[in-house]
Nanobody, 127 residues
């Protein structure tokens, strides 16, 4: 059974930092695209960042570019999201998600082409 488990969420004041991590069981991230998707209360899912495991190529939403950094740890099969200069509008549940092997992400797809999803971790940024 595949599971993606996020950790590292919490409460922080505006301007602060948090680091999220995602660990997988029942699968590896090799040959996949792994990303973070967030959903604020009453809003649609929003793509945040993704990394192609094989090449390390990264892509970011404009709203987080320059503030967030996605990275991977091959040995531990984990993905992290370093979030700096947090803003109240970053408040959301952050989900880790991954495509199937050989898959890619689709920015216009409701689920961005991701097959496996974690339950999410809540990030709250106060003003």
């Amino acid at each position: 059974q595949v599971q993606l488990v996020e950790s590292g969420g919490g409460w922080v004041q505006a301007g602060g930092s948090l680091r999220l991590s995602c660990a997988a069981s029942g699968r590896t991230f090799s040959s996949s695209v792994v990303g973070w998707v967030r959903q604020a209360p009453g809003k649609e899912r929003e793509f945040v960042a993704a990394i192609r495991w094989s090449t390390g190529y990264t892509v970011y939403a404009d709203s987080v570019k320059g503030r967030f950094t996605i990275s991977r740890n091959n040995a531990q099969n984990t993905v992290s999201l370093q979030m700096n200069s947090l803003k109240p509008e970053d408040t959301a549940v952050y989900h880790c998600a991954a495509t199937g092997y050989g898959g890619t992400w689709y920015p216009n797809d409701p689920y961005f082409g991701m097959r496996d999803w974690g339950k999410g971790t809540l990030v709250t940024v106060s003003s």
